[in-house]
Nanobody
Framework: QVQLVESGGGLVQTGGSLRLSCSASGIVAATFATYDMKWYRQRATGNGRELVALIDSSGRSNYLGAVKGRFTISRDNANNRAYLQMNSLNPEDSSVYYC?????????WGQGTQVTVSS
């Protein structure tokens, strides 16, 4: 069974940076490479999860407009990992960030990692 574990969240000041990691287990690297990897976030106000960034199996990426130019998604297929580099953070980025691995209509989710940006 595929399991995803996020790490790298924490408390940072406005303008700071964090790098989130998503580690996948229970899956061989060749299969991990076929998954689209996505990062979502959900604020404490609970308006549902919003898609922040994705990178597909071909390495193409796309971003939420509010993070474009500040966040970078990447993947390391050999080690079953995905990353989200977050720069120039602001308080509006404070959320729980979730990693998702999606393929053929199915998805696997991690437990989330909290990011808090202080003003």
């Amino acid at each position: 069974q595929v399991q995803l574990v996020e790490s790298g969240g924490g408390l940072v000041q406005t303008g700071g940076s964090l790098r989130l990691s998503c580690s996948a287990s229970g899956i061989v690297a060749a299969t991990f490479a076929t998954y689209d990897m996505k990062w979502y976030r959900q604020r404490a106000t609970g308006n549902g999860r919003e898609l922040v960034a994705l990178i597909d199996s071909s390495g193409r990426s796309n971003y939420l407009g509010a993070v474009k130019g500040r966040f970078t998604i990447s993947r390391d297929n050999a080690n079953n990992r995905a990353y989200l580099q977050m720069n120039s953070l602001n308080p509006e980025d404070s959320s729980v960030y979730y990693c998702s691995a999606e393929h053929n209509g199915g998805s696997h989710w991690g437990q989330g990692t909290q990011v808090t940006v202080s003003s």
